[in-house]
Structures are given as C-alpha cells and as structure tokens.
C-alpha cells in the first residue's frame, strides 16, 4: 500500500498544473462572444402550432412561410380588394412579429399611384387580417426578438 501511495503521490502533485488555468477576463471574454454572433440572422425563424413539428430550420421557416401566405389568402379571398380594383392582382403585405408574439400587417402599394386609394386597401387588409393563430416570435440566441418580412399575396376574384 505503501508502495503505491508512493507512485501515486508524485503524480498528483504534478497535476496541479492543468488545474492552475488562467479564467477569461469576464469582458475579454463578452467581446469575444460579441464578435461570434451573427447579428443579422435569427437562431430561430418565428413559427405557428402546425410548423413546431419540423426540427429542421429551413423546412421549418419555409412551413411558417407557406403557412402564413395561405391563411392571409384565405382572409382575404373574400374580400372586396379584386373586385374594386380587378388590376391588382398581388399584393405585397409586410408582417411584423413582435417579441410579445403579436403581429402588424401594413400593404405595400406604390404610394406614388393616383388610381389605388391606398387608405381604403389598408383598412380593408387591416380588417380583414384579425384573429391568427398564435405565433411564437422568432429569436436570436434564446431571446425573442422583432421580425419582418414581406409577403407576397394572390387575390384571387371569385
């Protein structure tokens, strides 16, 4: 026993060294971490019920978008926007998703054209598009944060 006290001795001495590491200053190390992120992309894409089966990122925000295209089309199927103005087939909606998961739709028709009355298209998308399913937010590195994008709308004249 004595024996192997002996042996065991030196080499517990000798590895205090790879314990004995210097820490990472505290901001040294958030700059670091600062400088790793991507600031422009999200960890995560905003997601609906439907889409949180899907693990894959790509599949999984293509879903949400395909998703929400469609349930935007769906309200506004039946609304009066093709039929007041049968030129105007697509529509651009921007949609915004807040951190709190609630969302803002704002259409994107060229402001310089006299013939839309642009006011009048917005109150009616702005009605139209109530009553969503809930939506988790998109985040970035596990806090939710505000997310935009544009989609493209088919009105579709029955």
Do not use: H, N
Request: glycine share 0%; hydrophobic share 40%; with cysteine.
């Amino acid at each position: 026993m004595k024996k192997i006290t002996l042996l065991l001795l030196p080499l517990l001495l000798a590895s205090c060294q790879y314990f004995d590491k210097q820490v990472p200053d505290e901001d040294e190390f958030l700059q670091q971490r600062l400088k790793e992120i991507d600031w422009k992309k999200v960890s995560s894409y905003p997601s609906l019920a439907e889409c949180d089966a899907i693990t894959d990122k790509d599949l999984k925000k293509e879903c949400f978008f395909s998703t929400m295209t469609r349930l935007v089309q769906e309200k506004l199927d039946t609304d009066t926007i093709a039929m007041l103005y049968p030129e105007i087939d697509t529509i651009q909606v921007k949609v915004t998703v807040y951190p709190d998961a609630t969302l803002k739709f704002e259409p994107q028709i060229p402001r310089d054209s006299v013939k839309y009355d642009s006011v009048k298209i917005d109150s009616i998308i702005k009605a139209r598009l109530v009553d969503f399913p809930k939506i988790e937010p998109a985040q970035k590195e596990g806090i939710p944060v505000t997310t935009e994008f544009i989609l493209p709308v088919i009105l579709d004249v029955k």
